[in-house]
């Protein structure tokens, strides 16, 4: 289940429920939000388009909090010719991964074939991994 204080589309609860039995919230905020947030946990001065943080305590029904920037949704989704939705699935699922461990930069290729296998089952367009690799 996800925790949002907004509305967020339904395909997201399926993502989540497909991929973990644990709560996420959600929060979307736009590019100067996200910006803050990048430079006071990540020290990097610059707008992004998903940050995760997961919890660390197994023992807790949330997993972590997932951070859309619903700027770059629009903008993402409009250069590439699909809607927002599936924008902002894509952002959700690759968030979403993150707080469950996967980790592109360092492992094997196991949360491009994770990602893959949420856009094969959902009908969504290319992964955030796959368009960034070419």
Do not use: W
């Not at 949002?4 to 905020?29: G, M, N, P, R, W």
């Not at 250069?79 to 592109?104: V, W």
Request: glycine share 8%; proline share 2%.
């Amino acid at each position: 289940m996800i925790i949002c204080e907004q509305s967020y589309d339904e395909i997201l609860d399926k993502i989540c429920a497909h991929l973990t039995d644990k709560d996420v919230e959600l929060v979307f905020v736009n590019s100067k939000q996200i910006r803050e947030i990048n430079l006071s946990h990540r020290g990097i001065d610059k707008p992004t388009d998903v940050l995760s943080f997961p919890l660390f305590d197994a023992g807790q029904a949330l997993s972590g909090s997932i951070v859309i920037n619903e700027d770059a949704v629009g903008q993402m989704a409009s250069e590439l010719g699909h809607s927002a939705q599936d924008e902002r699935a894509l952002l959700f699922t690759h968030g979403l991964l993150h707080i469950l461990g996967f980790d592109h930069e360092i492992d094997n290729g196991e949360m491009r074939e994770k990602e893959s296998e949420v856009v094969r089952i959902f009908g969504l367009p290319k992964s955030l991994i796959v368009r960034n690799d070419g």
